[in-house]
């Protein structure tokens, strides 16, 4: 007779996890759902300063020009014939998007128009420079 009571106790007194597991698996959901991932050119940038800089949402090509004159497309170095292959390559991925060029501030204007130029021969209008925000 105990030990039908006492196990009866110790069933009584677990705990089930399934509920919080639940609960746990779909916050992870939420979380990897709402997060928004930054987009990187892979080169190191230091942006000239602006007063007048705005926020440009929907972006959807990054070029980034170092201080060397590298072109940076996608975490890769590209040559400057490569340019508009590249460009033209990821506006038929997202024909909508806009193109900013991240140029750093050591970095030449000739380099510069000819990302630009290459961008307009591959059909992007919609071209932006990037500038560091000042307060």
């Not at 089930?16 to 979380?31: A, G």
């Not at 972006?59 to 980034?64: E, P, R």
């Amino acid at each position: 007779m105990r030990k039908r009571l006492t196990q009866r106790i110790e069933e009584e007194q677990a705990i089930d996890l399934t509920p919080m597991l639940d609960v746990v698996f779909i916050m992870l959901i939420f979380f990897i759902v709402t997060a928004s991932f930054v987009k990187e050119t892979g080169a190191d940038i230091h942006r000239p300063d602006s007063n007048t800089a705005e926020k440009k949402e929907d972006a959807s090509i990054l070029v980034a020009i170092n201080a060397q004159g590298e072109i940076w497309i996608d975490q890769r170095r590209i040559d400057a014939r490569a340019t508009r292959a590249n460009i033209q390559r990821l506006r038929a991925e997202k024909p909508g998007g806009s193109l900013v060029i991240q140029a750093d501030k050591q970095a030449r204007a000739e380099t510069i128009m000819q990302v630009m130029d290459a961008a307009r021969q591959a059909g992007v209008r919609d071209i932006a420079l990037a500038a560091q925000e000042t307060l």
